[in-house]
């Protein structure tokens, strides 16, 4: 790890790593110490060979509330402020781990920014979800770059455009989220949504999850170049062999 931070509990857990962000007083908004710290974590993480699986969670009563306004107001936010924030989420949606977040409370503004930068989104379902930033004037950050990719252009413009929210139920309805989980037991329900998607975390899982990020930025040609070498690598490679030793044995494989 880098360090102890100010804005975030991070802690490794075998081949899994949480990071909970840890302003409940705020509601998790995040200002300059928060981006910086979130983009030294990420870049760390991304770095260590031994995690696997990254969860994403907030501490109190929301997940996150994006850019801190009153620092915005107070003008404490710099423009470093945009290229951290969304270096750290790009860090995370490129990076060779599963990353797996748990949206409860709020998850608006750059909370939502993260959510989307994730791989996988689990929900409660009176969560509220939304990108705001229009009325005070900004653009949603790369909101704008990864929400259509869910939901569609027309669902994707309505909301930003308005600046509206919806609930984790409507958020799951138009595959914005892609698991539901009871308010009284969401914490429960998301480490076993953890541990099922830790059964299939191989490296051709973390290798997949690379190749999904260009699949709409990248033409057939150079994509298929890159998987005909991405899938000769995992050939090569231990967890390949433990697949078909496992097969040979009748047994489910034990990623290492």
Not at 60 to 85: H, N, P, V
Not at 175 to 180: A, E, F, M, Q, Y
Not at 184 to 201: S, V
């Amino acid at each position: 790890m880098s360090g102890n931070y100010e804005t975030l509990n991070v802690r490794t857990d075998g081949p899994l790593v949480r990071v909970e962000m840890t302003r409940p007083h705020l509601l998790n908004a995040v200002a300059m110490t928060g981006a910086r710290e979130l983009l030294d974590a990420a870049r760390w993480i991304a770095e260590d060979e031994a995690i696997r699986m990254v969860a994403i969670t907030g501490a109190g009563r929301a997940f996150c509330t994006g850019m801190d306004l009153k620092d915005l107001s107070a003008g404490r936010i710099e423009q470093s402020y945009f290229e951290m924030w969304d270096g750290a989420l790009r860090t995370f949606e490129t990076m060779d781990k599963l990353v797996v977040c748990l949206l409860h409370g709020y998850a608006i503004g750059g909370g939502l920014q993260l959510a989307l930068a994730c791989d996988i989104r689990v929900c409660t379902p009176t969560a509220r979800l939304g990108l705001p930033a229009i009325k005070e004037s900004l653009i949603p950050g790369l909101g704008t770059f990864r929400l259509a990719r869910y939901v569609g252009l027309g669902r994707a413009k309505s909301l930003i455009i308005r600046g509206n929210m919806i609930d984790g139920k409507e958020a799951e309805r138009i595959g914005l989220v892609d698991h539901l989980v009871q308010e009284d037991t969401a914490q429960e329900e998301f480490e076993q949504w953890l541990a099922e998607y830790a059964k299939f975390n191989s490296s051709a899982s973390r290798v997949s999850k690379q190749m999904l990020v260009d699949c709409f930025d990248i033409g057939w040609d150079a994509f298929f170049r890159k998987y005909l070498v991405l899938q000769e690598q995992l050939i090569g490679g231990p967890d390949f062999a433990e697949a078909m030793k496992a097969y040979r044995a009748g047994r489910d494989p034990v990623w290492k």
